[in-house]
């Protein structure tokens, strides 16, 4: 599993990778820990039962799923755990990567975290951005849990997760946030988190979207190109011709 092909990246980034996720992992676990045990611990660290998934595995499997999003119970035959470990390991590893950020083609030392982040890049290098949403297949909620008919995409007609991926002109990501469940539309999620205000401060940003993002066209048309819309059924020759 820690192929290259596997999980994307080169065996000599891969143990860097491990070794900068270890600490800030330990950390976590200690806080989780001790909440849970409402004191300090009474044994040596390393003490009681060893964990089913060493720490370098649960970042490799968390890279598999992110690269192909395969099934948790399918890595789970594959490590002889209970799927539940893989979902858990997933959970832990995946808020530290996305604290990382993401790195800017050829400047090693910048890293964008936020979308602000993103804006600032994009207004001081020329990047023109392109926006769009993906969704994801997630396992259906609980049955009584509130907001589970969220998660419905009126899309996919499926129980989904959706994000927000920017990249610049050249395909190369940038950004992939605004996480929210499938139900809710692409402008919806983006305006939770503020792109409209970002818009408004840095007006010499311009961006391409899809179809789902009309409205931001509108409401930013010198900043945001997005496709037209479809003619209606019936149009004239002529309207459909325009497109």
Not at 2 to 22: M, W
Not at 90 to 99: Q, S
Request: overall charge positive; some cysteine; hydrophobic content about 40%.
């Amino acid at each position: 599993m820690s192929h290259r092909i596997c999980t994307g990246i080169s065996h000599r980034t891969l143990g860097k990778l491990i070794e900068e996720l270890a600490q800030p992992w330990l950390a976590q676990q200690e806080s989780r820990l001790r909440a849970r045990r409402g004191r300090e611990r009474l044994r040596a660290e390393g003490a009681g039962p060893g964990r089913e998934l060493p720490f370098a595995d649960r970042v490799i499997v968390t890279l598999v799923v992110l690269r192909f999003q395969l099934p948790h119970a399918a890595l789970a035959v594959f490590y002889g755990v209970h799927r539940s470990t893989i979902t858990r390991a997933v959970g832990e590893i995946r808020p530290l990567l996305a604290a990382r950020g993401f790195a800017v083609p050829g400047q090693s030392g910048l890293r964008l975290r936020t979308l602000a982040d993103v804006f600032a890049y994009a207004a001081a290098e020329g990047v023109r951005l392109r926006i769009d949403g993906t969704e994801v297949q997630v396992r259906r909620p609980q049955a009584g849990r509130p907001g589970r008919r969220a998660f419905v995409s009126g899309k996919k007609r499926q129980n989904t997760g959706k994000a927000t991926a920017i990249s610049d002109q050249d395909g190369r990501l940038l950004w992939l946030g605004a996480f929210r469940p499938g139900w809710m539309h692409d402008i919806t999620a983006l305006r939770t988190e503020g792109i409209e205000d970002l818009l408004r401060h840095y007006p010499d940003v311009t961006a391409d979207v899809d179809s789902g993002y009309q409205g931001l066209a509108r409401d930013f048309p010198a900043q945001i190109t997005a496709p037209p819309k479809k003619p209606k059924t019936g149009a004239a020759p002529s309207q459909v011709n325009e497109r």
